[in-house]
């Protein structure tokens, strides 16, 4: 294949995965271009094939767009350069300070649950309290995850599948609509098949929560979780952090989730001696 031909074709998939985050992000070509700090014309120029990005280019423009590390591996690929971001493994020693920053982190949220999850909402690690939390939940349904039994915990499908959680949350109608919205979310922004197949998959699992489309939100400043579960009655919400300025995919990818009690009852819940 000829050198100009490479070139029309890394052009090509370049303009479609520049458009696709551009429109994704929902900016126009000058509102990118003001964000990028490059001309509306050269982003025109990018977009219709007319320019071919250089390296420093393609990151400026995915830093511009706030694209993940993975996904902007493929920007870069698209454009015909290598890969500029590695993929570690959570136990290779690069990660040893990340992980124990992370332990750290979920030991002193203790006695409140916290969560550490992946890009597919795997649970990868959780404190003493999340442990009791999903414990009471799991054994008191018949919940199994259509992965297989070796799989890992998933947020994602335990929260929406008829015999996980789903069946214990009492505000489903008001809580599911914003859950959804974020999986959604998550999954369309990656071009990852195999994310967009397992998140697909869970929303499925949702398709009666677009009965809920016309849901106007309250006046609470964020979503609780009423859940009754065992004869216990819980009302929580989430914070979720990431590892800032990551180098890393797998760095990129780890969300911790921190739960925070809603009421006197689950605060008490959580603090009782008992559960210590």
């Known amino acids: 294949m000829s050198q100009s031909v490479v070139e029309r074709d890394s052009t090509n ?9 551009r429109q994704f992000r929902k900016l126009s070509q000058l509102e990118l271009a003001l964000t990028a700090n490059i001309s509306q014309r050269h982003i025109s120029y990018l977009e219709t094939g007319r320019s071919q990005p250089s390296r420093e280019m393609v990151v400026q423009l995915a830093d511009a767009l706030d694209v993940p590390l993975r996904e902007r591996n493929v920007m870069l690929q698209a454009a015909g350069f290598s890969a ?7 136990d290779d020693p690069v990660m040893a300070p990340i992980m124990k920053a992370v332990k750290r982190v979920l030991e002193h949220h203790n006695p409140l649950p916290a969560i550490v999850v992946d890009r597919f909402w795997d649970v990868q690690m959780m404190n003493a309290s999340a442990e009791r939390l999903f414990g009471l939940i799991m054994s008191s349904s018949d919940f199994a995850s259509k992965n297989g039994e070796q799989a890992k915990l998933n947020v994602a499908e335990l929260t929406l599948h008829p015999k996980g959680l789903r069946q214990f949350i009492t505000n489903w109608e008001q809580a599911a609509p914003s859950f959804v919205s974020r999986l959604k979310s998550e999954m369309l922004s990656s071009a990852n098949v ?24 309250g006046l609470l400043p964020v979503m609780p979780l009423n859940i009754s579960v065992s004869g216990v009655e819980l009302s929580f919400f989430s914070m979720i952090s990431t590892i800032g300025t990551p180098q890393d995919i797998t760095t990129d990818e780890l969300r911790i989730e921190s739960f925070y009690p809603n009421d006197e009852a689950t605060e008490v819940f959580f603090r009782s001696p008992a559960l210590s």
Do not use: I, T
């Open 13 to 21: 998939l370049f303009m479609h995965e520049c458009r696709k985050w």
């Open 84 to 90: 500029l971001y590695n993929e570690s493994q959570m």
């Open 194 to 217: 195999e994310v967009r197949q397992r998140l697909g998959g869970y929303l499925a699992l949702a398709s009666s929560v677009g009965e809920f489309d016309s849901f106007q939100p």
